[in-house]
């Protein structure tokens, strides 16, 4: 489905019945018009790459068309080289957001919010307070300090209920939300404006080789190299690039959310509590998510497991309990086979990279990893943590 929101630019190629060359030559494929992809066709097109951004449908046709756009840290306890990498990447995105807004003229809806998190049981208070202390030490990037505090109630009892709260409640102040949907249509703008960046939409990867792709319609390309950004399609082309593997390495996980027409305050904070989100957006909505569903028959469609959502959220949030449903989504996020994303280049075909696997956590560190890919193929070290690396994963699905 082609996304209201998204403009098809001069430099986007003929697809379905037009004629197009037999064959092309670039220096960058990249394979998936979501998040991820476009962040690095992004900064590929900056960097002066030729670049061709392909895919099956349309920017932001799967996860990335979503609604609910949290940008939430790990708990700052148990410090890690994964915690810092999220970490780094959600503050830097503030500044990667102000760019993109600035050459293109259009807002990403983006706000470093804060999110209140209820804790209805003491010994939850305990931890929190013990992550408090955690994250005056590791909660900090320069000059900058981002607060975890335990407040005993909340101060807009409307926003986040009392009721909720029986034994206080988080006030994170790192936390923040991008709209999804608008984010992807900066990206889009900003890529159509680069002389060196080109898009195909309509057109899936029928089979993917170390230095070629034939796409559905049968045109020829030539790479220099290769990003696979394609989402849970990013799996099955990159599992038949080597040896057979014992699992596959990744799936589709079902998420379902809902969005909401309500009155308020646009700096007004998340709220999160035992999977339920409740996400206020600029535009006079509020988003609700999201399950996570690893067995379902319909992929896109939403049931009662969205319904009862909505009600736990119109529990947390009374500023939303009357509010009206103005949409229901559903769609597949893409989860790796040991989670973590998966990134860099595949050993039996150097020249293609992954860039895909961010399951809940890919608006929050997509611009980051999109650098790290770039690292990568100029030869420099990709750094981010050794579990997001694609031979990570590869060893994960050929173990017994």
Same mark, same amino acid.
């Given at each position: ?37 476009? $962040? ?53 995105? &503030?500044? =990667? ?35 408090? =202390? ?24 409307? $926003? ?41 939409? #309509? =057109? ?77 957006? =600029? ?5 609700? #998510?999201?399950?996570?569903? &690893? ?106």
């Amino acid at each position: 489905m082609v996304h209201p929101f998204l403009t098809h630019a001069d430099n986007v190629l003929p697809s379905g019945g037009q004629s197009v060359s037999a064959r092309r030559a670039v220096d960058l494929l990249v394979i998936g018009a979501g998040v991820m992809g476009l $962040w690095l066709v992004l900064k590929a097109g900056r960097a002066g790459l030729k670049t061709l951004l392909v895919d099956a449908q349309a920017p932001a046709a799967g996860a990335s068309g979503g609604l609910l756009g949290a940008l939430m840290a790990h708990t700052p306890d148990r410090w890690n080289e994964k915690k810092q990498f999220q970490f780094d990447a959600l503050v830097q995105l &503030e500044e =990667e957001v102000a760019r993109l807004e600035a050459e293109t003229g259009l807002s990403c809806g983006y706000s470093r919010c804060g999110r209140l998190i209820p804790l209805p049981k003491p010994h939850l208070r305990e931890i929190a307070e013990r992550n408090g =202390e955690d994250a005056v030490l590791r909660w900090q990037s320069g000059e900058r300090r981002f607060d975890w505090r335990v407040l005993d109630t909340p101060a807009d009892p409307t $926003w986040l209920s009392p009721d909720a709260c029986g034994a206080g409640l988080i006030d994170d102040g790192l936390a923040g939300r991008v709209s999804p949907r608008s984010l992807v249509a900066a990206l889009v703008a900003a890529c159509d404006q680069l002389p060196t960046v080109s898009r195909l939409d #309509g =057109e899936a990867v029928a089979r993917l080789l170390p230095g070629r792709a034939i796409l559905s319609n049968g045109e020829d390309i030539r790479f220099g190299q290769a990003v696979v950004a394609a989402g849970v399609g990013s799996f099955g082309l990159l599992d038949r690039l080597g040896p057979v593997l014992r699992k596959p390495l990744g799936r589709g996980v079902k998420g379902q959310a809902a969005l909401l027409k309500a009155d308020v305050p646009a700096d007004a904070p998340i709220i999160y509590l035992n999977g339920v989100y409740v996400v206020p957006h =600029e535009n006079g909505t509020v988003a609700i #998510g999201s399950t996570s569903e &690893e067995e379902f028959d319909a992929p896109f469609d939403t049931d009662h497991r969205l319904d009862a959502l909505v009600e736990k959220a119109r529990g947390l949030c009374p500023a939303i309990a009357e509010a009206p449903l103005v949409e229901r989504w559903a769609g597949l996020r893409p989860r790796a086979v040991d989670r973590d994303p998966m990134i860099g280049p595949h050993p039996d075909a150097p020249n293609v990279f992954a860039l895909t696997g961010g399951f809940k956590v890919s608006f929050g560190i997509a611009h980051r990893l999109a650098d790290a890919v770039l690292s990568g193929m100029a030869g420099q070290p990709m750094l981010v943590p050794g579990s997001y690396v694609l031979e990570h994963h590869l060893k994960v699905a050929s173990a017994e």
